[in-house]
């Protein structure tokens, strides 16, 4: 008579449960839990960014920390391509820039978007250093259907153009 206990488990049977529970401790501590990919933690401000006519002020508005961005982002290496969108998606366009030496992006863009947000944070390894680069950030939000463009060129605005600038051009394709 076999009592439920007395049957003892095979090496293989040991190996496979120990992989098992490893996998899980695994998933656990690495947070590999099922999400909403767009929940995050971050702590903004909520504020009326529409409630502002002078964009130029907007980034004081209502700073989105760069790590809270919800949607795609674009950054230099996505220069010159082409993107797919929805209408009522938030696209992030992130910019490597140093205004201390008098460089910015100026940058433009086409009636599919609306600017939610401009900020510019410095390199944090490089805080308190006079003329340390960081990183330009815009948040829009796709708000109409056909083809759009985000284009910037990195300049000293009072400067006459040379044709030497750095040029940003982001093409998206906005489905409805």
């Known amino acids: 008579m076999h009592l ?29 839990v099922a999400t909403d990919p767009y929940e995050r933690n971050c702590d903004v401000p909520e ?16 700073p989105v920390p760069l790590d809270c961005v919800y949607g795609a982002t674009y950054s230099e290496a996505d220069d010159r391509k082409v993107v797919y ?3 009522g998606d938030i696209i992030a366009v992130k910019l490597r820039e140093n205004p201390g030496t008098g460089h910015s992006w100026d940058i433009t863009f086409s009636k599919g978007f609306e600017l939610l947000d401009d900020t510019y944070k410095q390199d944090t390894v490089t805080e308190n250093i006079v003329g340390a680069a960081g990183i330009r950030q815009w948040i829009f939000e796709v708000t109409e259907a056909g083809e759009h463009n985000i284009s910037a060129v990195y300049l000293r605005p009072w400067e006459d153009s040379t044709g030497n600038e750095s040029i940003f051009n982001l093409s998206v394709s906005v489905l409805e």
């Open 85 to 87: 969108a929805t209408t």
């Open 47 to 62: 504020t009326d960014v529409n409630a502002t006519k002078d964009m130029s002020d907007i980034s004081n508005k209502s």
């Open 4 to 32: 439920v206990g007395d049957d003892k488990l095979s090496p293989k049977s040991i190996t496979k449960l120990y992989f098992v529970l490893l996998f899980i401790m695994f998933i656990q501590v690495s947070g590999c």
